[in-house]
Every structure is written in structure tokens, then in C-alpha cells.
């Protein structure tokens, strides 16, 4: 049917016909408010330990208002923070890498080989274990604490760094993860072929499941890292020593400290930013793992 002359038919509605790709996207406001109240309040924190690692003690608790300048407060900060008690800081930050290290790398192993066992081996209660482990999962570490403390007093570790380890070994998170790991990247067909050729079970673990379990394991050992970084009440109930103090322990002792001088809190702000670089410098040169890590999961 055509349109009679001297009238013109209705224009058409392109949008209600235009394909969904075209179409504008409406930016959901209540969720973007929210993870930009969340961005705020992880950045926030960071900018002004930032800014403040850059004040002298007599600015920091100054109300002028921060400018930006080529101030050289944190050059002066680091210099005391190290002279403190004969470079004591410097002895703290080697204490924590050596907990976080050593301890990653064990809790790693360790949650390796209890996630390969669960997920290549049929056994009698292996359901019941795997359910006693994701119970543990949500178990905060601050209620072991005090049991942790009690068990190795009467075992005469407290005060040691054995004390400070040996409770990071289990992690029942890292457990999981390498558990459903090793389900999709171990194929069985392998391992049979393996047992064929004469091997046993503790070479295949090692030659055939941690090789491909790699990539995971980095994932496992950068949050047991973190985790062991951060902890503060382990060692805190656990060590009396100021020498085998880690970083939040140390960190905390001179907080203290700092309550009846004044001038204690810029070492303990140019601390914490200090304390922030080697997990940055971790993540950055890991990131690689991470991201094999990514696309060997996008591929299976």
C-alpha cells in the first residue's frame, strides 16, 4: 500500500530496531557508586600514608595544607627509621621475608600435595577429609591463635621461629584450590601412562603433578605470602624477642612506643609505606605466572 500524494509517511523509530550493540548502555548507578566507594576507601589510606612518609616530624601533625613540593621529609625519615635502635627495622623486614618465604613455599608444597592426593586418589573417609578441610576454611586464624600458643608452649617452641612456621604450613584455602587444580589439570590418563613406564607415586607427584600444577601453585603461594606478611596476632602471642619480631610486630612495638614520644609516629608511617614495597615488587615480577596461570584456565 503506498502513501497517497502530499503526504509523507511517519518517520520510523531506528533505536526500537537498531541492534543491541548500537543501543547506548545504561551505566547501573547503585553498583558503580559502590565500587567507587570501595576504590576510595583501599586508595584513600595508601595517598595519605603516601603523603605523610613525605612530611618531617615537625609537619606531621601540622594543619597547614599539603602541597605537592621536591620536600625531602622521607629522605630524613628513612635515615632515622634506620638508626633506630642500630638498623633494628631493617632486621624486622628480614624477619618477615623469611616467615612469608619459607612459609609460603612450604604452605604451597604442602597444599600441594594434600589437594593431589585428594583429587588422583580413592580412599576410605577422603569425602569426610575434604569436608573437615572446607570446614577449616571458615575457621578466622585469630580463634587458633591462643589453642596454637598453648599447644606449642607445652612443646617448648614459643619464642622461636619453628613457633612462628610451623602453624602456616596448613592452609586449608590452598588445599582447595590446588584440589580443584589438580582435577583439571593432571589428566589421569597420564599418571596411568606413568605407572606404566615403571614409576612410582612419589616421582610422579613430583615430575608430572607439580610441573603442571605450577601456574596454580603461584596463585597459592602469592596469598599465603600476603597472609604470613600481614599476620600479626601469631607472632605477636608467640615471640617475645625483639629480634625475631616480623614487620606488624615491630611496627606495633614502636607504636607503643611511640605513645610517649611524639616523634616515634613518622618512623612508624615511613615503616608501613616501606613495609607495602616488597609485596608490590612481588606482584609485579609474578605477574607473568598469573597471567599463564589465567590463560592455561580459559583454555581447559
Not at 15 to 42: D, E
Not at 140 to 169: E, F, M, R
Not at 210 to 220: A, F, K
Amino acid at each position: 500500500m503506498t502513501a497517497t500524494a502530499g503526504t509523507s509517511a511517519p518517520p520510523r523509530d531506528r533505536t526500537a530496531h537498531a541492534p543491541a550493540a548500537r543501543r547506548p548502555r545504561r551505566i547501573a548507578v547503585l553498583p558503580t557508586t559502590a565500587l567507587v566507594l570501595g576504590a576510595l576507601y583501599c586508595v584513600v589510606p595508601t595517598l595519605w600514608i603516601l603523603i605523610a612518609a613525605t612530611k618531617s616530624r615537625t609537619k606531621l601533625f601540622s594543619t597547614d595544607t599539603y602541597t605537592p613540593s621536591l620536600d625531602l621529609g622521607i629522605v630524613d625519615n628513612i635515615r632515622d627509621l634506620s638508626n633506630y635502635q642500630g638498623g633494628i627495622f631493617w632486621h624486622w623486614m628480614l624477619n618477615s621475608f623469611f616467615y612469608a618465604a619459607v612459609g609460603g613455599l612450604l604452605a604451597s608444597f604442602v597444599s600441594a600435595a594434600t589437594g593431589y592426593a585428594l583429587a588422583k586418589y580413592e580412599f576410605r573417609g577422603r569425602s569426610a577429609l575434604f569436608n573437615t578441610i572446607l570446614a577449616g576454611v571458615l575457621l578466622p586464624q585469630i580463634v587458633l591463635a591462643v589453642p596454637q600458643y598453648l599447644l606449642l608452649s607445652k612443646a617448648g617452641l614459643t619464642d622461636s621461629l619453628i613457633g612462628v612456621l610451623l602453624p602456616q604450613l596448613f592452609n586449608p584455602y590452598g588445599i582447595y584450590l590446588c584440589k580443584i587444580y589438580a582435577q583439571s589439570a593432571v589428566p589421569d590418563s597420564l599418571l596411568e601412562a606413568g605407572r606404566i613406564d615403571g614409576a612410582g607415586e612419589g616421582r610422579l607427584f613430583l615430575s608430572v603433578g607439580l610441573r603442571l600444577m605450577g601456574p596454580g601453585l603461584v596463585t597459592v603461594f602469592l596469598l599465603q605470602f600476603i597472609a604470613i606478611w600481614n599476620n600479626f596476632l601469631l607472632p605477636y602471642v608467640m615471640l617475645t624477642s625483639d629480634d625475631k619480631f616480623p614487620l606488624t610486630v615491630g611496627l606495633y612495638s614502636l607504636l607503643r612506643h611511640g605513645a610517649a614520644e611524639a616523634s616515634l609516629y613518622s618512623l612508624v608511617i615511613t615503616g608501613t609505606l616501606l613495609s607495602v614495597l616488597p609485596v608490590i615488587a612481588l606482584f609485579l615480577s609474578m605477574q607473568r605466572f598469573w597471567r599463564i596461570d589465567l590463560v592455561t584456565g580459559a583454555l581447559k
